[in-house]
């Protein structure tokens, strides 16, 4: 096992990526605490609800975590929220609320972690982009440019934080079969199984990605077999350019 006895704090844990890498950190021997604004029957060994919006529940989280798990190893920025629509139709709460999850938790996140792994020898922190926050797409600016600030973010802190042994890794999927991609499909009145049938016929592999293509993706940059990786943009495309 990749993993034994390291402990893991992972945002997002409720939904469909955040489920996946639950379940492969802790069958590769991780202790892991899971927060998410709901929790209902998290596998998970410790779990911790709360709204990562709120300033002081994101400042304490790290604290109370390592103090449940008796430390804190990995660190998964996962959570994230998408906002559709172009800016003339965007209000202030939808940049608000986009900027507050997906980009100042996990910059909270980060801040209150890497002392804590600092103390520790090292860490693992691994923050979730987009393809889309390299290449950006269409329709979506305000989405888009929070995963751009989360790569830029990563990139930072990989380079900072290197010497303390604490590597900041992103991975930066494209399309993933998960709650945030089915209710796009269903907001505009369509189909999801049909629309997603449509967008296999888009990836170069046959089909867009599984939580599980992702959740792997992200076992491999919080554990040692990433060992010399900092601050990278990892693509998970199945070969599809954003469009
Ligand atoms: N699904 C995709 O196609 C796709 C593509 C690229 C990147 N991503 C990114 O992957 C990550 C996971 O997305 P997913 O597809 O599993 O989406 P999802 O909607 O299934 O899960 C996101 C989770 O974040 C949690 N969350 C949102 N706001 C929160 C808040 N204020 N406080 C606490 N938790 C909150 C939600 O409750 C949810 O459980 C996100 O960062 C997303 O931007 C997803």
Redesign the pocket.
């Known amino acids: 096992m990749k993993l034994t006895a390291k402990k893991a704090l992972v ?2 844990a ?5 489920q996946a890498i639950v379940a492969k950190l802790q069958e590769q021997g991780a202790v892991v605490c899971a927060t ?2 709901t929790l209902n029957d998290s596998p998970a060994d410790f779990n911790i609800e709360g ?3 709120d300033d002081s529940f994101c400042d304490s989280l790290v604290s109370q975590a390592s103090k449940k798990m008796g430390g804190l190893d990995i660190l998964v920025n ?5 906002r559709r629509g172009i800016i003339t139709d965007a209000s202030d709460e939808d940049f608000a609320l986009s900027m507050a ?2 980009v100042e938790a996990p910059f909270r996140l980060c801040r209150a972690a890497i002392p804590v792994m600092e103390k520790a020898g090292g860490g693992a922190i691994v923050n ?1 982009s ?1 393809c889309w926050g390299i290449h950006p797409g269409p329709g979506h600016p305000i989405y888009i440019m929070t ?1 751009a600030a989360i790569a830029s973010l990563t990139q930072c802190l990989g380079r900072d934080h290197a010497h303390q042994n604490i590597r900041v890794n992103a991975v930066c ?4 079969d ?4 089915r209710t796009g499909f269903e907001i505009r009145g369509l189909d999801a199984e049909s629309g997603i049938e449509e967008l296999n016929k888009s990836v170069p592999l046959g089909r867009i990605a599984s ?1 599980d293509d992702i959740a792997d993706v992200v076992l491999f940059l919080a554990s040692d077999d990433s060992r010399y990786m900092c601050g990278s943009l990892v693509e998970v495309s199945g070969g599809k350019a954003v469009a």
């Not at 409720?14 to 955040?18: A, D, P, R």
């Not at 996962?78 to 998408?82: D, I, P, R, S, W």
């Not at 998960?178 to 991609?181: A, I, Q």
């Open positions: 945002t997002g409720s939904g469909g990526i955040g998410d604004i709204d990562l919006t996962n959570a994230g929220l998408m999850v997906n979730t987009s995963k999927p494209n399309e993933v998960t709650p945030m991609l939580a």
